[in-house]
């Protein structure tokens, strides 16, 4: 068996805009865990869906996480870099019959049910300006989350034939993660929960793309007084670099991490690291 890889963890923001204190949680989680591994810990810019990406976004992301005293070992890598690595993996996939032409408009997906059924699956479409599915045939419908325990997900979702390139001529979110983590050799994955129900494709890509899978650990999602997820559609405020304390204590309470009067940047993030080794370390 190969020796196990050593602890690699990332934080992967989209660019749509200023963290606020929901990534900051997701951030801290993913910073914190590596430190208690003695890992690295890295900073990936998620710009492959370029029309969201908001100009200037990564630098003020990346200038929040300084403030807050994450600081990330080796280079920032930005997804809009690596089309060429994501095509290369789309036609490797092709070439073992893991995809299909899909040329479904999002009105006809949503006509015939919340989940794509493999409409295209059969139908062998010529090339063309298509989008691609994996043709999903070995379902997950569980897996294990380092901090949740077993999760099974929605079966309907679990299923479906997940897109990889988009008709309108993006690669996907769920190729281009599952690349990066492989080519970053990431071990351990920790994010907010929202991407619970994608990691059943997730680990599909894994399986087909690398011999070893990651372990994944899945933080509460940080919710407003109407029990939205905290997002820049809701408006949730920007982190502040005049109040890094403040918003480093709020995340560590959100995280359940008990801080004993720890009044500065460094002191939180070293009692915030030893809480969290104590609470989800072996
Ligand atoms: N880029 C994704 C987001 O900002 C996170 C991806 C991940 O952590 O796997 O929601």
Known sequence: MAAALPYRGRFAPTPSGPLHLGSLVAALAS?????????????????????RSVPGAAEVILEQLHDHGLLWQSEVIYQS?????????????????????CNCTRQQIKARGPHYQGY?????????????RFRNNATINSFSDRLLGLL???????????????RDGLFTY?????????DQHI?????????????PWQLLLWQQLSERQPAFAHVPLVTDAKG????????????????????????????????HGAKTRG?????ATVAWQRRWLP
């Open 120 to 132: 295209c699956r059969e139908r062998q479409l010529a090339p063309g300006k298509h989008a691609v």
């Open 152 to 166: 099974v997900v929605d079966a309907e979702a679990a299923v479906e034939d997940f897109l990889l390139f988009r």
């Open 81 to 101: 870099q690596r089309k060429a690595r994501y095509q290369q993996v789309i036609e490797h996939l092709q070439e073992a019959n893991l995809t299909y032409l």
């Open 187 to 199: 071990t351990d994955i920790v994010r907010g929960a929202d991407l619970i129900e994608a990691t």
């Open 31 to 51: 910073y914190l865990d590596a430190r208690a591994h003695h890992g690295d810990w890295l900073v990936r810019i998620e710009d492959i869906d370029e029309p």
């Open 174 to 182: 769920q190729l281009a993660v599952v690349v990066d983590d492989i």
């Open 267 to 271: 002191d939180i993030l070293q009692q």
């Open 228 to 259: 939205r997820k905290l997002s820049k559609q809701n408006h949730a405020p920007a982190l502040s670099a005049q109040r890094v304390v403040e918003q480093l204590q709020q995340a560590c309470s959100y995280l359940q991490l008990p801080l």
